[in-house]
């Protein structure tokens, strides 16, 4: 993915990031000058933390939650009337 920033901006984040041990710099397998930048299992974990805060602070998540409680299951396909257990045949 590229980003369109200044490269510095994005070396200082890449710094900040393994400094405290939330991501690696790996190198790029098909060009050596590029440097891809891996989330450590404790920088996926703090992700996640930070993805489900926003999730939850967002008004429309809870609205949506409370609407599926009420929203009754959805029926069951019924066999055609006259042949029981017997699907119609498709054109």
């Known amino acids: 993915m590229r980003m369109r920033c200044d490269p510095s901006f994005v070396t200082n984040i890449a710094d900040q990031l393994e400094k405290r041990g939330l991501a690696t710099r790996e190198s790029d397998p098909a060009d050596r000058r590029v440097k891809r930048i891996a989330l450590t299992p404790a920088g996926l974990e703090l992700k996640q933390r930070i993805e489900t805060e926003i ?35 498709r054109p």
């Open 55 to 89: 999730l939850n602070g967002l008004p429309w998540r809870h609205a949506l939650d409370n609407r599926r409680a009420r929203l009754p299951a959805r029926p069951r396909p019924q066999a055609p009337p006259g042949r029981p257990g017997r699907q119609p045949a």
